[in-house]
């Protein structure tokens, strides 16, 4: 998970650096991506049900962030509707 959280606090810096998302978010994102902010024990629950190792930890990665950056994690922002 550490690994999974690492990707996700580098994508987060290199899309603030490009504009792709607020600068606020991605450094919130960053602070936020380790194992002391995530509830494990849900992560682990939402696994037993799924069986989807990827999922339930994208999922608790937006959790302990504010709602302006929970929304980014991993994918980005919402897709803009022109």
Known sequence: MN???QVEAALA???GELGIIP???AREIAARAA????????I??????SR??????VKGCGRP?????GNMCISGPPPRIS
Do not use: I, K
């Not at 962030?65 to 950056?69: D, I, L, Q, S, V």
């Open 3 to 5: 690994r999974w959280l």
């Open 52 to 57: 989807n190792s990827l999922l339930p930890l």
């Open 44 to 49: 682990r629950q939402e696994y037993q049900r």
């Open 23 to 25: 600068a606020e978010a």
């Open 13 to 15: 810096q290199a899309q």
């Open 65 to 69: 962030a504010r709602e302006t950056a």
């Open 35 to 42: 194992l002391e902010h995530l509830d494990l024990e849900q």
